[in-house]
């Protein structure tokens, strides 16, 4: 299960997950993403109720990391420990913006 | 299988349908009857009343009603009297009459009557009254009559005898009253008539209706049947028999039934029907047997794919029997038909073994693909003798070069000199590699991590280096194995793999493989697993000169 909470503020796109971002839910984000990033300059993750992420949810933030390197900036905020470990072990903590 | 019995069930519903038209035939003839019989009764008790009234008003001109008197003082001892008498007696036999007699009832009470005239005819088995007989009044029927006739100023009366309870035939009896000249009424004259021709007659009546009606009732019911026949039967067998044969055969009919049953009734809706749902039914089939087909073949094709996949991976144990520095043994179970972890290992030279461990993102078909794509360049990197590193970033290159569907790969490298123990890795976003120390326990070892091969081109990775002392054990694994979760979605972990490790420090790589195996296996306790389980493990032995000794 995967909520996610969307707020759009001109180009500030805020998004909020909470739950489970696996092989079931990733693609719920990826929707969510695509329909929501065209002209957005700033995008931000709130990841406080993020419980676990996959591979698959991985992929994901890749994909709207390398979008949003073409047109503004992305960040991650309130990653736990638990996912913060997930990110360090992929190497992700490299390219993502943790904040 | 067993066909319904169709022709019964069609007879039944003809034998139903004709039995119905023969008891409503029998309560019409029989109500056609009782209403004939009645009516025939009464038609023809009306034609003896008229008849025996007719005779009647003749004997009436035969006797003066004003000489009456005369008569019975000579007690019928007279040339007049007697003249009368055989005017009567002839009327009697020429009308067909059977008795003709003039009585005076009592005044009284009508109980009795007395016989004036009386005339019986030849042909009756009756003997005549002598003047002046008394008798009883036979029933109170008469009674009334004869004082309506004195009394009540009736013209005519008529008795009817017709109930068969009567100890002579059934006849009629018409009475007149004599009127003197002053209209008083002087005596009754009777004429009784034999109704014995009536019953045969009726007799015949009735045969002729029932004859007539039998024969009505056989046009009807073979006119039924025909029709029933040709219009039901028929081609409800038709339908029936094709239904049976469709539900047996499951082949649809070149010809359809809408064209050989033309009835715009509810047999041709049904025969329309059944010639849609066949329609149907066969086209539902074809699609399921296109559909099972495909299934069929997607199902080999996994299968096919699932073996060359775990072909592509060195699954002959022991490995390497010729080099004793070191034992392996490596196990990967998809969770589906084709899973995206892989290991390999293999020489890069004689006194370098190579190790992999890896897992793609995602699952299924796409991630195996991708997976031997990962393999094939790793390996073939590995095999030019440059360092895991320089491996792996040669293969992020070579991947990121073609990657539209932005998937990665988690890769761990290791290769280790056999003659020194000295293992070089390098860690593209994989799990934590497990290292045994010298006290022989096993400890995780958080070693520098890289990006996951594929995600962005350009990215180094860093080399470090792990010394393997004789006796211990390198163990890598996939995160099918941290993350197997129980029913209650609780994972198996870190901590329950390095417990599991511990629980057999000694034991060689393919029972330890086992054991961690069995762990997982107890832990999750039967809940589906969705991600798959690699596991890779090397036991080094020490150089080879060490080893042999």
Same mark, same amino acid.
């Given at each position: 299960?995967?909520?996610?909470? *969307?707020?759009?503020?001109?180009?500030?796109?805020?998004?909020? $997950?909470?739950?489970?971002?696996?092989?079931?839910?990733?693609?719920?984000?990826?929707?969510?993403?695509?329909?929501?990033?065209?002209?957005? *300059?700033? @995008?931000? @993750?709130?990841?406080?109720?993020?419980?676990?992420?996959?591979?698959?949810?991985?992929?994901?933030?890749?994909?709207?990391?390398?979008?949003?390197?073409?047109?503004? #900036?992305?960040?991650? #905020?309130?990653?736990?420990?638990?996912?913060?470990?997930? +990110?360090? &072990?992929?190497? +992700?903590?490299?390219?993502?913006?943790?904040? | 299988?067993?066909?319904?019995?169709?022709?019964?069930?069609?007879?039944?519903?003809?034998?139903?349908?004709?039995?119905?038209?023969?008891?409503?035939?029998?309560?019409?003839?029989?109500?056609?009857?009782?209403?004939?019989?009645?009516?025939?009764?009464?038609?023809?008790?009306?034609?003896?009343?008229?008849?025996?009234?007719?005779?009647?008003?003749?004997?009436?001109?035969? &006797?003066?009603?004003?000489?009456?008197?005369?008569?019975?003082?000579?007690?019928?001892?007279?040339?007049?009297?007697?003249?009368?008498?055989?005017?009567?007696?002839?009327?009697?036999?020429?009308?067909?009459?059977?008795?003709?007699?003039?009585?005076?009832?009592?005044?009284?009470?009508?109980?009795?009557?007395? +016989?004036?005239?009386? #005339?019986?005819?030849?042909?009756?088995?009756?003997?005549?009254?002598?003047?002046?007989?008394?008798?009883?009044?036979?029933?109170?029927?008469?009674?009334? *009559?004869?004082?309506?006739?004195?009394?009540?100023?009736?013209?005519?009366?008529?008795?009817?005898?017709?109930?068969?309870?009567?100890?002579?035939?059934?006849?009629?009896?018409?009475?007149?009253?004599? *009127?003197?000249? =002053?209209?008083?009424? %002087?005596?009754?004259?009777?004429?009784?008539?034999?109704?014995?021709?009536?019953?045969?007659?009726?007799?015949?009546?009735?045969?002729?209706?029932?004859?007539?009606?039998?024969?009505?009732?056989?046009?009807?019911?073979?006119?039924?049947?025909?029709?029933?026949?040709?219009?039901? $039967?028929?081609?409800?067998?038709?339908?029936?028999?094709?239904?049976?044969?469709?539900?047996?055969?499951?082949?649809?009919?070149?010809?359809?039934?809408?064209? #050989?049953?033309?009835?715009?009734?509810?047999?041709?809706?049904?025969?329309?029907?059944?010639?849609?749902?066949?329609? %149907?039914?066969?086209?539902?089939?074809?699609?399921?047997?296109?559909?099972?087909?495909?299934?069929?073949?997607?199902?080999?094709?996994?299968?096919?794919a699932?073996?060359?996949q775990?072909?592509?991976?060195?699954?002959?144990?022991?490995?390497?029997?010729?080099?004793?520095?070191?034992?392996?043994?490596?196990?990967?179970?998809?969770?589906?038909?084709v899973g995206g972890?892989?290991?390999? +290992?293999?020489?890069?030279?004689?006194?370098?073994?190579?190790?992999?461990?890896?897992?793609v993102?995602?699952?299924g078909i796409p991630a195996a693909l991708f997976m031997m794509?990962?393999?094939?360049?790793?390996?073939?990197?590995? $095999?030019?003798?440059?360092?895991?590193?320089?491996?792996?970033?040669?293969?992020?290159?070579?991947?990121?070069?073609?990657?539209?569907?932005?998937?990665?790969?988690? &890769?761990?490298?290791?290769?280790?000199?056999?003659?020194?123990?000295?293992?070089?890795?390098?860690?593209?976003?994989?799990?934590?590699?497990?290292?045994?120390?010298?006290?022989?326990?096993?400890?995780?070892?958080?070693?520098?991590?890289?990006?996951? &091969?594929?995600?962005?081109?350009?990215?180094?990775?860093?080399?470090?280096?792990?010394?393997?002392?004789?006796?211990?054990?390198?163990?890598?694994?996939?995160?099918?194995?941290?993350?197997?979760?129980?029913?209650?979605?609780?994972?198996?972990?870190?901590?329950?793999?390095?417990?599991?490790?511990?629980?057999?420090?000694?034991?060689?790589?393919?029972?330890?493989?086992?054991?961690?195996?069995?762990?997982?296996?107890?832990?999750? =306790?039967?809940?589906?697993?969705?991600?798959?389980?690699?596991?890779?493990?090397?036991?080094?032995?020490?150089?080879?000169?060490?080893?042999?000794?």
């Amino acid at each position: 299960m995967l909520n996610i909470d *969307k707020k759009l503020d001109k180009d500030q796109l805020q998004m909020a $997950l909470e739950g489970r971002l696996d092989t079931l839910t990733a693609p719920e984000l990826e929707k969510a993403l695509m329909e929501s990033l065209d002209g957005v *300059k700033d @995008l931000s @993750l709130d990841c406080s109720k993020l419980e676990y992420i996959s591979s698959a949810g991985l992929r994901v933030l890749l994909s709207a990391q390398k979008t949003m390197n073409k047109q503004g #900036t992305m960040k991650l #905020t309130h990653v736990s420990s638990e996912i913060m470990e997930i +990110f360090e &072990v992929t190497g +992700f903590s490299d390219i993502l913006t943790i904040v | 299988m067993k066909r319904p019995s169709i022709r019964r069930a069609s007879e039944s519903i003809a034998l139903k349908s004709l039995s119905g038209i023969v008891v409503l035939l029998v309560v019409f003839s029989a109500i056609v009857c009782v209403i004939g019989y009645r009516g025939f009764t009464r038609e023809l008790m009306a034609q003896y009343a008229e008849g025996a009234f007719l005779t009647a008003d003749t004997a009436a001109l035969y &006797v003066d009603p004003d000489k009456l008197d005369e008569y019975e003082a000579s007690e019928g001892d007279s040339e007049e009297y007697r003249k009368t008498w055989l005017s009567l007696d002839q009327l009697c036999n020429s009308s067909g009459a059977t008795f003709i007699y003039v009585i005076r009832p009592d005044r009284t009470d009508y109980a009795h009557i007395t +016989f004036l005239f009386s #005339t019986v005819s030849r042909q009756a088995p009756y003997t005549r009254y002598g003047f002046g007989f008394v008798r009883e009044t036979t029933n109170d029927e008469y009674r009334e *009559k004869y004082r309506a006739l004195y009394e009540g100023n009736a013209r005519r009366e008529l008795v009817i005898r017709d109930d068969g309870n009567i100890e002579t035939d059934r006849h009629i009896t018409a009475m007149i009253p004599l *009127k003197d000249e =002053n209209q008083e009424t %002087q005596a009754i004259l009777c004429v009784q008539r034999q109704m014995s021709g009536m019953a045969q007659a009726r007799g015949e009546y009735i045969q002729k209706v029932v004859l007539v009606l039998a024969l009505l009732s056989l046009v009807v019911i073979f006119g039924q049947g025909f029709y029933l026949n040709r219009m039901l $039967l028929v081609p409800v067998k038709t339908i029936t028999d094709e239904a049976s044969r469709f539900a047996t055969e499951n082949v649809k009919r070149n010809e359809k039934l809408r064209e #050989t049953i033309t009835n715009r009734d509810e047999i041709g809706i049904l025969a329309g029907a059944i010639d849609q749902m066949e329609e %149907q039914i066969h086209n539902y089939v074809t699609d399921l047997t296109r559909a099972t087909a495909e299934k069929e073949r997607i199902n080999t094709e996994m299968t096919m794919a699932s073996r060359i996949q775990a072909h592509m991976l060195p699954n002959n144990f022991p490995a390497f029997p010729e080099h004793t520095e070191f034992d392996i043994y490596a196990s990967m179970d998809p969770a589906r038909g084709v899973g995206g972890d892989f290991y390999d +290992f293999f020489l890069v030279d004689d006194d370098h073994l190579c190790l992999v461990i890896a897992d793609v993102s995602g699952k299924g078909i796409p991630a195996a693909l991708f997976m031997m794509v990962s393999k094939v360049v790793l390996s073939e990197n590995a $095999l030019l003798g440059k360092s895991p590193a320089e491996v792996l970033r040669n293969t992020n290159n070579a991947i990121c070069s073609n990657n539209k569907e932005e998937m990665f790969v988690t &890769v761990w490298l290791g290769i280790l000199e056999l003659s020194t123990g000295i293992l070089t890795a390098s860690n593209a976003g994989h799990e934590y590699p497990i290292l045994q120390r010298e006290d022989g326990t096993f400890k995780i070892v958080k070693d520098d991590h890289g990006l996951v &091969v594929g995600a962005m081109e350009d990215v180094t990775y860093k080399d470090y280096e792990l010394r393997l002392a004789p006796g211990s054990r390198i163990f890598l694994y996939t995160d099918g194995v941290t993350e197997a979760s129980d029913a209650e979605e609780n994972m198996f972990g870190q901590d329950r793999l390095l417990t599991a490790l511990n629980e057999m420090p000694h034991e060689d790589p393919e029972h330890l493989i086992g054991h961690v195996k069995g762990s997982i296996e107890s832990f999750v =306790n039967g809940a589906e697993q969705f991600d798959d389980v690699t596991m890779l493990c090397l036991e080094y032995r020490g150089p080879a000169d060490m080893s042999k000794e």
